[in-house]
């Protein structure tokens, strides 16, 4: 089994690199970008096929190192 | 005074920082490997010091905070030890949940190396009791990600508790966007825990510390450290 986390920045915390992406993306005439933010997609490939205890070793994963929730959010999709 | 120096793989100031301790206590720190699992009996201060740590990937600071040796660390910071944690140091116990908030990418998205000042906002710590109330110091900078960033609430209690220690600031000691090399929230270049026993900051003091290296301001918090361990 297959689980695809994506960590992106809290609300309200500075994203500097997204605000980089947006000044280049301006710059190149894509105009009504009014913000943007940038995060990391993760692919774990998961030696068990069992949902509910994927859900739970990759959640255990998220909050020991995968995120930093001081700044971060995560979201996991078993795929 | 017995200390330690963490070295973790992609380290490259551990060296600085033993040097430091040697020339200003006349000991030599224990250099100690991540993959220990206990310190050496009878340590002092454990510093944390810079670097990349695993090339910092992921985020910088966050495999080292997983390594063996670290709940040795925080063993020692819950029964009172001192821990120092300069750059990568600093973003590690952080990481490890030693001190609040977290250090993001600078504003500039620039890496930064240069020398800045300092203010000393709280002389009374162990790691600063050398310098007097509002100090201004000389400190080199290296990092790519020393934004201090907080909650609110956590900014507030920080403020709030006088927890700030060091501010960058410029030479006459004001604190003003163009003295801010990252960014920060409030110009926070440095803080201490609640207990006072661990402190993290972005500046290199141990790169301050001779005549050779154009400079002495950095010896004061080796000095402090000494007085009280």
New interface residues.
């Given amino acids: 089994m297959k689980a695809r986390v994506t960590v992106t920045l809290k609300n309200g915390v500075l994203d500097p690199q997204g605000k980089a992406i947006q000044g280049a993306l301006k710059s190149l005439g894509f105009a009504g970008v009014d913000d943007v933010r940038q995060g990391k997609l993760i692919e774990l490939d998961l030696a068990t096929s069992d949902r509910a205890a994927a859900e739970a070793e990759v959640t255990a994963m998220c909050e020991k190192l995968l995120a930093n929730t001081v700044i971060e959010n995560y979201r996991i999709e078993l795929v | 005074m017995k200390s330690a120096v963490l070295v973790f793989p992609g380290i490259n100031r551990e060296r600085d920082m033993a040097r430091a301790f040697e020339v200003v206590t006349g000991v030599k720190p224990v250099m100690v490997w991540h993959t220990e699992t206990e310190l050496p009996e009878g340590i002092d201060v454990v510093a944390v010091p810079g670097g990349f740590s695993y090339g910092d990937y992921?985020?910088c600071g966050?495999?080292a905070a997983?390594s063996p040796i670290i709940d040795a660390v925080k063993r020692h910071a819950e029964r009172g030890g001192y821990v120092l944690g300069v750059c990568n140091g600093f973003q590690i116990v952080?990481?490890i949940g030693l001190l609040?908030?977290?250090l993001?990418?600078?504003?500039?998205?620039k890496f930064v190396c240069k020398e800045v000042h300092l203010r000393v906002d709280d002389p009374t710590t162990a790691f600063t009791s050398a310098y007097t109330a509002g100090q201004v110091i000389r400190c080199p900078i290296a990092h790519g990600e020393g934004?201090y960033?907080?909650?609110p609430e956590t900014l507030a209690r920080l403020e709030g508790e006088g927890r700030v220690v060091f501010r960058y600031c410029d030479e006459l000691g004001r604190t003003t966007e163009a003295a801010d090399p990252n960014?920060s929230l409030n110009h926070i270049a440095g803080i201490v825990n609640e207990r006072g026993n661990v402190l993290g900051m972005m500046p290199h003091p141990e790169n301050l510390i001779e005549a050779l290296q154009g400079g002495t301001d950095g010896r004061g918090l080796f000095e402090s450290l000494a007085k009280v361990a």
Avoid: H, Q, V
């Fill in positions: 992921l985020r966050a495999i997983r952080t990481e609040p908030g977290a993001m990418r600078n504003a500039s998205l934004n960033y907080a909650d960014g």
